[in-house]
């Protein structure tokens, strides 16, 4: 599964950006998917998560109340609405999926969990 990740952007601070993430002639129902993020220097970290009805999501501590990620099956997408950016949201964005199932919350949370990867797209916030 080729996932591709888009919509990012310079942004001032306080602002807002919604990415999304597609699978060219591959549905995406099936999919737990996930947002992550890499900043320079540091380790890819978790974002957010969502199951494959949409029904619950999952959110780091940093982004919770800003950031909400959604899926719209009939249009196999995955968004992630980031509103109330900070300087220190700037990274590379990925969307991740595992097929077929993620068996719990935490699994959700973890790189190891995710079978395949988006090339990324740059969110920079700017002070």
């Known amino acids: 599964v080729q996932l591709q990740a888009s919509g990012g952007g310079l942004v001032q601070v306080g602002g807002s950006l919604r990415l999304s993430c597609a699978a060219p002639?591959?549905?995406?129902?099936?999919?737990?998917m996930g947002w992550f993020r890499q900043a320079p220097g540091q380790e890819r970290e978790f974002v957010a998560a969502i199951t494959r009805s949409g029904v619950n999501t999952f959110y780091a501590d940093y982004v919770k109340g800003r950031f909400t990620i959604s899926r719209d099956n009939a249009k196999n997408t995955v968004y992630l609405q980031m509103n109330s950016l900070k300087p220190e949201d700037t990274a590379v964005y990925y969307c991740?999926?595992?097929?077929?199932?993620?068996?719990?919350?935490?699994?959700?949370?973890?790189?190891?969990?995710?079978?395949?990867w988006g090339q990324g797209t740059l969110v920079t916030v700017s002070s």
């Open positions: 002639g591959r549905t995406l129902n099936s999919f737990p």
């Open positions: 991740a999926a595992r097929y077929p199932a993620i068996a719990s919350g935490l699994g959700y949370r973890r790189n190891q969990t995710y079978d395949y």
